[in-house]
């Protein structure tokens, strides 16, 4: 997402996410999604699109994502110029992860808290799909946005024109499913985007998202995953190191909590139990798959078996508490737990 205690330097946690994702790349995963946030001080990158274009030249294979832009907070036509030039800069490489943003605070500060966010989030991929497929002059007319570079038209010079992405006719649109049976799976996955069940949905809440999944060598399923060479330090880091997964959950569910009834329910594996019973220590013991590489295995291909076919596990990005045990873990995840689940 990232997230990083409030008490970290800066300037090093923006250096250790990206020597994640330069790491990921030198050991063959396939993808790594970027989040932002404008408002968050542990949730601390404001543009996933500028920290994306810092990997483009450093990375070789690996396809980049962003892991959402939060449609609602920006406007249409720097979404469609922006991501353009990412695009190209990748050739290729790039996923468009959009949504309409999860973080209150980023709400109240953008003049969006109160307003219907859906309908501002569909506008705006609507506008950012029009500017790529016409041509100029456009005029599109929304109840938020209105673009339209008529008045200011040169297109000899260029002014007044938008660029075209590197893929045709845009890059693969990825949107992320976080509550329980979302009621916006459906449509996306009906516009051919591909959906994420997001890593704070109880796993055994993974099959209500089944029914609208369309294609699933294009589903994802986003989990918390530690590997460690024996289980004790792995159970022994998740519980203990307070920076990483224990900080993790903390903080969502302490903002979880905030926005109101009902916002616990991906994290409850029964709807019917209470919302106090949710503790940080229930999330760790329930969301995050922890051990040896085989025991981290058997737990994913009980996953797979419980979940049916899907294409993609995200292993989510946590907090380097311990920098050797957390290059550790991706490590082992590519070179022996992968292994393992695909034989």
Request: glycine residues 8%; hydrophobic residues 40%; negative net charge.
């Amino acid at each position: 997402m990232p997230m990083h205690p409030p008490q970290r330097d800066y300037t090093r946690t923006l250096k250790e996410d990206r020597e994640a994702i330069l790491l990921a790349d030198r050991l063959g995963y396939a993808e790594a999604f970027i989040g932002e946030h404008v408002s968050d001080r542990c949730e601390t990158i404001p543009s996933c699109l500028s920290f994306i274009a810092s990997l483009a030249h450093d990375t070789r294979s690996i396809k980049l994502g962003s892991g959402t832009i939060n449609l609602p907070n920006r406007h249409p036509a720097e979404v469609a110029a922006h991501v353009a030039m990412i695009d190209h800069m990748l050739e290729g490489r790039f996923l468009l992860g959009i949504g309409p943003g999860g973080l209150r605070s980023d709400m109240e500060v953008m003049g969006n808290l109160d307003t219907d966010r859906t309908a501002m989030f569909l506008e705006s991929i609507d506008q950012v799909l029009a500017l790529w497929a016409g041509e100029p002059p456009y005029d599109l007319e929304g109840k938020f946005w209105k673009i339209s570079t008529r008045r200011t038209l040169l297109a000899e010079t260029g002014q007044g024109v938008f660029l075209k992405p590197y893929q045709q006719p845009h890059p693969p649109i990825v949107v992320t499913a976080i509550m329980p049976g979302s009621k916006g799976l459906a449509a996306a996955t009906a516009r051919g985007w591909w959906p994420i069940s997001a890593n704070f949905l109880q796993a055994s809440l993974l099959a209500t998202h089944r029914p609208a999944i369309r294609d699933a060598s294009q589903w994802r399923i986003a989990r918390s995953i530690f590997v460690a060479d024996d289980d004790a330090t792995a159970e022994r880091y998740v519980r203990e190191a307070k920076d990483a997964y224990r900080f993790y959950y903390w903080n969502l569910l302490t903002k979880r909590r905030s926005g109101g009834a009902g916002n616990l329910a991906s994290f409850k594996h029964d709807p019917s139990m209470p919302d106090e019973a949710v503790s940080v220590d229930y999330l760790l013991d329930t969301m995050v798959i922890r051990g040896s590489p085989g025991r981290v295995a058997d737990e994913i291909l009980k996953l797979s078996e419980s979940v049916g076919a899907f294409g993609t596990l995200l292993y989510c990005g946590h907090d380097w508490a311990d920098e050797r045990l957390s290059r550790r873990s991706m490590e082992l995840m590519a070179e022996k737990v992968m292994p393992r689940v695909l034989e």
